[in-house]
């Protein structure tokens, strides 16, 4: 059964603290790892998707990177604005190799910057 | 973002009653989801749709049903509520050829 852990569930940082948060997951053949930002009362707002080991993707003091088993949310000089929950998911596998779409999420891991 | 939006935002209603919610999208997208999301369980699948009136269950679907008669809306119908299904309700859309799935505002919905 496809699973994805994410850690660590709550992590606190001082404004320019640089940290990763991790995703790993347990999956055959992997179709893609999404990660998601959730503020609160919101719903996720898609940041990246990655497909392959070794691809790393950018945006703003974000950036994600792909390993076989596993996925790092790396935050540069974070700023109390990028406090929120965030969120990877991967595809499921289903019958015939069709997913359609259908996602299994981590638990997410809740980020406070303070200032 | 994503045209996407649900509807009502927040809903209070007693146990027993029959609840729909719908989401609606502008954005042409064949795959639609629903899912819940409770502290401790994170986002998990209700249903989900693959086209207009075809549609398939996900990991939580008892208590559940959906329709989806034309591309732009699904809805979640709670036949009978129960309190265990007080929660935040989230519809997503996906395309064509990715599975990045876009997800509405969300619906609080309270049982009591």
């Known amino acids: 059964e496809d699973q994805v852990t994410q850690s660590p569930e709550a992590l606190r940082l001082q404004e320019g603290e640089s940290s990763s948060l991790n995703c790993s997951y347990t999956v055959s053949g992997l179709r893609g790892l999404f990660w998601y930002r959730q503020d609160p009362g919101k719903g996720p707002e898609f940041l990246f998707t990655l497909y392959s080991a070794g691809e790393e993707k950018e945006k703003e003091r974000l950036k994600a990177t792909l390993t076989k088993k596993e996925s790092f949310l790396h935050i540069t000089a974070p700023k109390p604005e990028d406090s929120a929950t965030y969120l990877c998911?991967?595809?499921?596998?289903?019958?015939?190799?069709?997913?359609?779409?259908?996602?299994?999420f981590g638990q997410g891991t809740i980020l406070t910057v303070h200032p | 973002d994503a045209g996407i939006t649900q509807s009502p935002r927040h809903k209070v209603t007693e146990t027993g009653t029959p609840v729909t919610l719908r989401c609606h999208q502008t954005e042409n997208h064949r795959y639609m989801y629903w899912y819940r999301q409770d502290p401790g369980h994170g986002l998990r699948l209700i249903h989900y749709s693959y086209g207009v009136k075809d549609t398939d269950k996900g990991e939580v679907s008892d208590g559940y049903s959906v329709s989806r008669s034309k591309t732009e809306d699904f809805l979640l119908t709670l036949e009978s509520a129960t309190s265990s299904q007080t929660s935040v309700y989230f519809c997503?859309?996906?395309?064509?050829?990715?599975?990045?799935?876009?997800f509405g505002p969300g619906t609080r919905l309270t049982v009591l």
């Open positions: 998911a991967v595809p499921r596998r289903g019958a015939g190799g069709t997913s359609y779409g259908k996602l299994t």
């Open positions: 997503a859309i996906g395309g064509q050829n990715t599975d990045t799935q876009y």
